[in-house]
C-alpha cells in the first residue's frame, strides 16, 4: 500500500516514525525527516524558524516532540507560522513539550536536584527538563538547551495566536511531566478534533 499522506517529523534527531504516535505510525503515512543536526540524516536540513527548504502547503501535517522548548520565546511565534506556512489547507500539527507547570511543583518541593523520573539516557531531574539534559550539553551538544517553556493554557492559547483555528491538548504529569497538543489550520468539529487526538495523543 502506497503512502497517502505525508508528515514532516520536526527535529526528529535519530528517530524515526515509529517513534512518533500511533496515528503516523501506519502505512498510510509516508515520514519525511527534518533537523538542523545533519549527522542524524534527516531528509532536509534546516530549523523550525526558517523551513525555506519546505515547499508552502506541501505537507499534511507535522510531528513536533520536544523542539519548541529550544527556541527563544521571540522565535516560537515565527516556528509556528512556519509549520502553518507549510502545512496543506486541511493539515495538522502534533506537538508536544515539557509541562512547566507539573515541573515547577517538583522545583516548590526544593526537589531541583532529585531524578523526576529515569529515562533511556538516565535520570532526569526538574533542572534538566527546565533547562536541557546537561549529560549531552556538557559533551557540546547545545542543540540540547531549552530556552523557553510553556504549561498547558500557555501552549493553546500560543497556537490560537499564530493562526491555528482548532487546539485539542492533553496534560500529562508524573512520570511523563509533559504536553500534547493537537491544532489544525482550518476549523474543525469537536467531535473529528477528538477522534484526531485520540489516534495521536499517547
Known amino acids: 500500500m502506497n503512502p497517502q499522506h505525508t508528515f514532516l517529523h520536526v527535529g526528529c534527531g535519530p528517530k524515526h516514525k ?3 504516535t500511533r496515528g503516523f505510525n501506519t502505512p498510510e503515512w509516508a515520514e519525511l525527516r527534518f533537523d538542523i543536526d545533519q549527522s542524524v540524516n534527516p531528509d532536509i536540513i534546516g ?3 526558517n523551513m525555506a527548504a519546505v515547499a508552502s502547503e506541501s ?3 507535522i510531528f513536533s516532540s520536544h523542539n519548541i522548548e529550544h527556541l527563544y520565546p521571540h522565535e ?11 502545512l496543506k489547507p486541511n493539515g495538522f500539527l502534533v506537538v508536544t513539550c515539557p509541562d512547566l507547570q507539573s515541573v515547577c511543583a517538583l522545583v516548590a518541593e526544593d526537589k531541583l536536584l532529585e531524578p523526576a523520573y529515569t529515562s533511556p539516557a538516565g ?3 526538574p533542572l534538566d527538563i527546565l533547562y536541557g539534559h546537561r549529560p549531552p550539553m556538557a559533551r557540546g551538544n547545545l542543540y540540547m538547551s531549552h530556552r ?8 493553546v492559547g500560543t ?7 482548532s487546539v485539542a491538548s492533553r496534560r500529562r504529569t508524573h512520570p511523563q511531566y509533559d504536553l500534547y497538543a493537537l491544532a489544525t489550520k482550518i476549523q474543525m468539529a469537536e467531535a473529528e478534533l477528538r477522534a484526531l487526538a485520540a489516534a495521536h495523543f499517547p
Open 18 to 20: 515509529d517513534k512518533t
Open 148 to 155: 523557553c517553556g510553556f504549561t498547558e493554557k500557555v501552549l
Open 123 to 125: 535520570p532526569i531531574t
Open 76 to 86: 516560537v511565534e515565527v516556528a509556528l507560522k512556519e509549520f502553518l506556512r507549510v
Open 47 to 49: 530549523t523550525m524558524t
Open 59 to 61: 505537507v499534511d501535517a
Open 159 to 165: 497556537l490560537r495566536a499564530c493562526g491555528f483555528a
